[in-house]
């Protein structure tokens, strides 16, 4: 299956420019099968009767397409035909946010203490506004407790959690307000339908009348949820019910989006639909904080933190990564690689 996609698979390199633009430009534009950020170039399947010279008038400055060798997925995806050519649609219903480059999520030596047990030990990060920041780490790290004391769920035991200008500490309410967070597991009300989640979830956030009504209606054309309203949430397939839980996190247009592990579980087309909205909500302004699990997926993000035995032990750009790991030896490396590299480097140096 992989070779049906040989010589159509390529690495568009060199990008100084917005990548999620660019490769909205290209989803839409209909040239593409596939197409996924990697890092700081653009991963695309061309459609078949397609060459990388029918992608010239798209490229600007020193950008170049290069070839690359074909993934499973790449096949998986043009075999059931391709991603969408249309933008999702739900950036379209977001009012765009004035980008100032400010500080809007940051944390200061924050500590979690279970008993005798660390859960998260001094992390500090500081999150720019428009910015996808990426959690990555292996299951216990201290992810999802850090995620929980950002969204004021969970208080730090010391350090200091600041969101959108306001201290989780002290005004944890006003923050919430400003932060949308879909949580690791489904946590919505399985004994509700598909209607009354959409409806519990914009009254506990405030929405009311005529506003209410349209935000609903929005929703349920944005995820195609006509088919599914009178469903209990306990009934839907999983890929629908992360779908609800995205949509409800998003009732009242928060400024600040916490996504921990938004796909997992779900299928490749599906992964494609939502960071299809989350790169369309960045680009509106919003600011993304996100934990996965996939390589690939943390490719898409402008920063990443490595969470690894409660301690942050890294972070930076995809690429400053990769590059550490290219620093021990290793050819062309993944983030895959990086990652491996940096926890194992850890781990000696601790030893």
């Given at each position: ?215 609903i209606k929005d ?5 195609s949820f006509e ?125």
């Amino acid at each position: 299956m992989t070779e049906r996609v040989q010589d159509r698979v390529f690495l568009i390199v060199g990008i100084i420019r917005n990548r999620r633009d660019l490769l909205s430009k290209l989803i839409t534009e209909g040239h593409v099968s596939d197409g996924v950020i990697q890092g700081s170039a653009i991963r695309i399947v061309l459609k078949k009767g397609k060459t990388p010279d029918s992608l010239n008038s798209f490229l600007e400055g020193n950008e170049k397409i290069i070839p690359a060798s074909p993934r499973f997925e790449d096949a998986f995806i043009d075999e059931l035909g391709g991603i969408p050519e249309e933008n999702a649609p739900l950036a379209q219903n977001v009012a765009r946010i004035p980008q100032d480059n400010k500080i809007v999520v940051e944390t200061k030596h924050l500590v979690k203490k279970y008993g005798s047990f660390t859960a998260v030990d001094d992390i500090s990060f500081k999150i720019k506004r428009g910015e996808i920041f990426g959690l990555l780490g292996p299951n216990g790290a201290g992810k999802s407790t850090t995620f929980k004391m950002m969204c004021g769920l969970v208080s730090p035991t010391s350090g200091t959690a600041i969101v959108a200008g306001y201290d989780l500490r002290h005004s944890s309410s006003l923050a919430r307000s400003k932060i949308g967070y879909m949580a690791q597991k489904f946590s919505l009300y399985g004994n509700l339908s598909v209607r009354q989640n959409l409806e519990f979830f914009s009254g506990i956030y405030n929405l009311k009348g005529e506003m209410r009504r349209e935000k609903i209606k929005d929703m349920i054309e944005i995820f195609s949820f006509e088919p599914y309203l009178r469903l209990n949430a306990d009934e839907l397939s999983l890929g629908y019910k992360q779908r609800l839980a995205l949509a409800c996190s998003l009732m009242h247009s928060p400024e600040i989006l916490f996504l921990d592990e938004p796909t997992s579980g779900v299928d490749p087309l599906t992964r494609r639909e939502f960071w299809d909205h989350i790169n369309g909500l960045v680009d509106k302004g919003v600011t993304i904080l996100v934990t996965t699990h996939f390589m690939d997926e943390a490719e898409y993000c402008d920063r990443i933190g490595l969470i690894y035995r409660g301690k942050m032990i890294e972070s930076g750009t995809p690429e400053e990564l990769k590059e550490i790991a290219a620093h021990k030896g290793i050819e062309n490396p993944t983030l895959e690689d990086a990652f491996i590299t940096l926890v194992e480097g850890y781990d000696s140096k601790d030893e």
